[in-house]
C-alpha cells in the first residue's frame, strides 16, 4: 500500500491568488495523477505522469497545471484561482504489478475559492 | 453509453444483509476491475481487484468477475452501517494504459 501526502487539506482562499496544492508519495510509485471531484458527484482525472519530466492532460479540462521532477512529488498549479475551482483535489499514485495498475489515494485537498 | 456504470443508488440494506452492487463495462479488452469505497467527504479506499472469471472472496466482501458478460458485482456480507458509503468501480484497460471510474453507488446500511 502507498504512502501518499496532501497539503494542505484544505484551502480557503480569494479570487485571482495563484496556489499550490502539494503531493508527495514515499513508495517511489512511477504513476501519479490529480482528480477533481466535487461533492456527490463522479471523479474527474485532469492531470497525470508516467514519471519524471511526463506530464500529461486528462479527459476533464483544467486551468491548472502540473509538474514532475522528482518521482516522489507531483504539484498541481492554480495561477488565479477561480470561485469555479473549488472542488476537492485528489492526488493518486500507482504501481504496475505484471497484472494490473493499482491506484492509492492521497486523503484530498479541499479548497474553496471566494 | 459510459465506458463503466454503476446505479447511483442509494442502495438501502438492514443490517444484517447482503448488499449487491453491479458494474457494467464497455471495454471487452479490460483486464483488470478494482472496487474503491468512499466515505462522504473523504478519499477513496482501495477494497479489491479481481482479474479472473469468478469470485474473489476478502473477509466480508465477495468481488465477482464475468468477462462474457461484461460485468463485475460486490457483494458485502453482514452488512454494517459502517458499511454506508459510495462504492466506485474502476476498469483498467492495459492497451490504453488507463483506469476508468464509475460514477459509483451509494449505499445505506440501516440498523
Known amino acids: 500500500e502507498a504512502d501518499i501526502y496532501q497539503t494542505p487539506r484544505y484551502l480557503v482562499i480569494g479570487t485571482g491568488k495563484k496556489i499550490t496544492l502539494e503531493c508527495s508519495q514515499t513508495?517511489?510509485?512511477?504513476?501519479m495523477y490529480w482528480y477533481q471531484q466535487d461533492p456527490g458527484m463522479e471523479l474527474h482525472l485532469i492531470h497525470y505522469?508516467?514519471?519524471?519530466?511526463?506530464?500529461e492532460k486528462g479527459d476533464l479540462s483544467s486551468e491548472s497545471t502540473v509538474s514532475r521532477i522528482r518521482t516522489e512529488h507531483f504539484p498541481l498549479t492554480l495561477e488565479s484561482a477561480r470561485p469555479s475551482h473549488t472542488s476537492q483535489y485528489l492526488c493518486?499514485?500507482?504501481?504496475?504489478?505484471?497484472?494490473?495498475?493499482?491506484?492509492?489515494f492521497g486523503p484530498g485537498t479541499r479548497l474553496t475559492v471566494l | 453509453q459510459k465506458e463503466v456504470e454503476q446505479n447511483s443508488g442509494p442502495l438501502s440494506v438492514p443490517e444484517g444483509a447482503i448488499a449487491s452492487l453491479n458494474c457494467t463495462y464497455s471495454?471487452?479488452?479490460?483486464?483488470?476491475f478494482f472496487w474503491y469505497r468512499q466515505y462522504s467527504g473523504k478519499s477513496p479506499e482501495l477494497i479489491m481487484f479481481?482479474?479472473?472469471?469468478g469470485d474473489k472472496e476478502d473477509g466480508r466482501f465477495t468481488a465477482q468477475l464475468n468477462k462474457a458478460s461484461q460485468y463485475v458485482s460486490l457483494l458485502i456480507r453482514d452488512s454494517q452501517p459502517s458499511d454506508s458509503a459510495t462504492y466506485l468501480c474502476?476498469?483498467?484497460?492495459?492497451?490504453?494504459?488507463?483506469?476508468?471510474f464509475g460514477g459509483g453507488t451509494r449505499v445505506l446500511v440501516k440498523p
Open positions: 493518486a499514485s500507482s504501481e504496475w504489478s505484471g497484472l494490473t495498475d493499482t491506484q492509492y
Open positions: 513508495m517511489g510509485h512511477d504513476k
Open positions: 505522469s508516467y514519471g519524471v519530466n511526463s506530464t
Open positions: 471495454d471487452r479488452g479490460s483486464q483488470s
Open positions: 479481481i482479474y479472473s472469471n
Open positions: 474502476a476498469v483498467f484497460q492495459a492497451a490504453g494504459n488507463k483506469l476508468t
